[in-house]
Nanobody, 122 residues
Framework: VQLQASGGGLVHAGGSLKLSCVVS????????MNWYRQGPGKQRELVAT???????DYQDSVKGRFTISRDNAKNTMYLQMNSLKPEDTAVYYC?????????????????WGQGTLVTVSS
């Protein structure tokens, strides 16, 4: 099972970016999916969460600016980021609880993607 995050880049304050996270492998289903971020000199923090049914939750600092979504048929999660601020600068990581086939049994584990860098200039 692999998670591949993409869509990061350099943007001016007030701009927008859309991140994607594609899950691949011998997947049965993806459960809760999350976006985390880690800014320079900071600890990794949870940004947004989406359940399999589409229920969402956000960190207070991004409410009203970021939108998390998912396409279960494509095993893909998105993060639309609008009105970006310099303090949003971070490496963004996707994370998910995934039920997958090991070859003999089905197992449920938590997986991380490799991260994509978002830089917001002032």
């Amino acid at each position: 099972v692999q998670l591949q995050a993409s869509g990061g880049g350099l943007v001016h304050a007030g701009g927008s970016l859309k991140l994607s996270c594609v899950v691949s492998g011998n997947i049965f289903s993806t459960q809760i999916m999350n976006w985390y971020r880690q800014g320079p000199g900071k600890q990794r923090e949870l940004v947004a969460t989406i359940g399999r049914g589409g229920n969402t939750d956000y960190q207070d600092s991004v409410k009203g600016r970021f939108t998390i979504s998912r396409d279960n048929a494509k095993n893909t999660m998105y993060l639309q980021m609008n009105s970006l601020k310099p303090e949003d600068t971070a490496v963004y990581y996707c994370n998910a609880d995934i039920r997958y086939f090991t070859g003999t049994i089905y197992s449920l584990d938590n997986f991380w993607g490799q991260g994509t860098l978002v830089t917001v200039s002032s």
